[in-house]
């Protein structure tokens, strides 16, 4: 496999001018194989441990899917740093000026165009790396009673904040899909976008994106495996079955 993980074309400038609108370019690959899964799997894994949240039921389904999501964010937290070009975190990640200037172009109606993630969407992309983490070490300190029942409200809380992110996060996409005239939903699928040729990534890593899938499935097969009632059931609510079962055979010898 080669080590390189980007050539030198990727490398030949972290923070590419954007286009302008009169000049979009091509349509080229951006966004590489575990880019796009990641994005997916994360938004499945969010979806699912904020729906079963509430249910004792589905405890262990919650707390499978909040390991899953922290480690696809420990996953994007380093492909930020060796994978592709648009895909690191130096790509994308702006000062100040450069949201403003960004955002000052949509109110004008000129909206500048960015290959990869636009310098406002950025701040959503942190936010929601950032999150997770909190929610994940919130969950866990919940789920095993330690350090104070404060965690359960920070769990909640930062759950609420990430949701309110998402929401945003998705108004915007369509926004910026209707002001751009490009289908950004579809292009998390595809992996392309409008842009400069020399700004295509050059390879797309689908190896790296399998194993993630792979990885994602094991666990979720080993969770359900060593799962009291086939993960259906929190462990102490099988316990508590079973326990009360052997109390009601002992009843039974005692009559």
Do not use: C
């Amino acid at each position: 496999m080669n080590t390189a993980f980007a050539s030198p074309a990727e490398d030949a400038a972290a923070h590419p001018a954007a286009a302008t609108p009169a000049d979009p370019g091509m349509k080229i690959r951006v966004w590489d194989v575990p880019v796009r899964v990641f994005h997916w799997l994360a938004v499945g894994a969010f979806a699912g441990a904020y729906i079963t949240a509430e249910s004792e039921r589905w405890r262990l389904l919650h707390v499978s899917l909040g390991y899953v999501l922290a480690g696809l964010v420990v996953f994007r937290l380093v492909w930020g740093l060796v994978g592709t070009r648009h895909a690191r975190f130096a790509n994308f990640v702006r000062e100040p000026a450069a949201v403003k200037r960004y955002l000052l172009s949509l109110w004008r109606g000129q909206p500048e165009h960015h290959t990869g993630h636009n310098p406002a969407g950025a701040l959503a992309m942190v936010a929601l790396l950032v999150l997770p983490l909190v929610i994940g070490v919130s969950g866990w300190a919940t789920y095993y009673e330690v350090w104070g029942g404060w965690t359960g409200d920070l769990h909640e809380a930062a759950a609420n904040a990430m949701l309110a992110v998402v929401g945003v996060h998705v108004v915007a996409a369509l926004l910026s899909s209707w002001v751009h005239r490009e289908n950004l939903v579809a292009a998390m699928f595809s992996g392309f976008k409008r842009g400069a040729p020399q700004e295509a990534i050059t390879r797309t890593w689908r190896s790296v994106g399998v194993l993630m899938l792979v990885a994602v499935l094991v666990f979720g097969w080993l969770q359900w495996r060593s799962a009291p009632g086939n993960g259906l059931l929190p462990a102490g609510g099988q316990a508590s079955r079973v326990q009360n079962s052997g109390q009601g055979h002992d009843d039974d010898k005692d009559d």
